[in-house]
């Protein structure tokens, strides 16, 4: 298990996926009756449902947004800023998503970081390798490139904002999960490197959340996995059943 004095930590990556009509009900069914279980439980819905999930703070669940422009404001029509989430109630918002890397540049992380961390909000930062990585055993080293690039300009002070997942990209809505082995040796891997860059106390507060593919059936082995502090779910968060088995899982 991992540190006792931190708390688990599952996120829901809703993605483009239900109606802000139905989004409440939907987080309510996901999180039925599992309020006492102490750990951190973060939706991560798109962008118009948000003002319509803020009533779930009373229930002890934690409103999180899936990406934030790089500008605090100007002429960037169609997008939205990391002030405007965090006016609406939101608390984390997702950095770094593969999904997103296919459609950012790169240098706008690091950007897209701080502002997020300026505008009051926390941060789950995603990497993880494609396939051919994995292959040649590159893994680590595609991911500590990510890691380096992205954190190059991160003030340490701003460090324990900052949750890590770890979401092989071959594993992401494919249904193929990396072994609780992999990710436990990758998490390994980003809580050193976390401890050379930030200093071993923030290393060891630090939450690094495994995604890809994650089911309550394969939940409780990750759980059991030392470095292992919680999830990122997207498939899986959209159905109750699942979600609520992983959070048990964690709890
Ligand atoms: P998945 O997605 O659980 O559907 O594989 C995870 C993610 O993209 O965050």
């Given at each position: 298990m991992g540190s006792q004095e931190k708390k688990r930590f599952i996120a829901a990556n809703w993605k483009m996926h239900s109606k802000p009509s139905e989004a409440l009900a939907l987080a309510f069914e996901l999180t039925d009756g599992l309020e006492d279980t102490n750990t951190e439980v973060v939706i991560c819905a798109p962008f118009t449902h948000l003002d319509r999930l803020n009533s779930l703070k009373s229930k002890g669940i934690i409103l999180g947004a899936q990406n934030c422009h790089f500008?605090?404001?100007?002429?960037?029509?169609?997008e939205i800023s990391a002030t405007m989430l965090s006016d609406l109630g939101c608390q984390y918002v997702i950095i770094g998503h593969s999904e997103r890397r296919n459609l950012d540049t790169v240098e706008s992380i690091p950007l897209r970081i701080e502002q997020a961390i300026a505008a009051g909000l926390k941060v789950i930062f995603c990497c993880g390798e494609p396939l051919h990585y994995r292959k040649v055993h590159q893994e680590w080293e595609f991911v500590l490139s990510q890691l380096n690039h992205d954190f190059d300009k991160i003030e340490a002070s701003h460090f324990p904002k900052i949750v890590i997942a770890y979401e092989p990209i071959w594993a992401i809505g494919t249904g193929l999960t990396a072994s609780p082995q992999q990710a436990q040796e990758m998490h390994k891997n980003i809580r050193k490197w976390a401890e050379n860059r930030f200093g071993i106390l923030d290393a060891m507060q630090l939450r690094i959340l495994y995604g890809g593919s994650v089911k309550s059936s394969n939940s409780m082995e990750l759980a059991a996995?030392?470095?292992?502090?919680?999830v990122l779910v997207g498939g899986a968060s959209l159905i109750p059943i699942e979600f609520r088995g992983i959070i048990r899982a964690f709890s």
């Open positions: 500008a605090d404001k100007g002429a960037y029509t169609g996995m030392h470095d292992i502090d919680g």
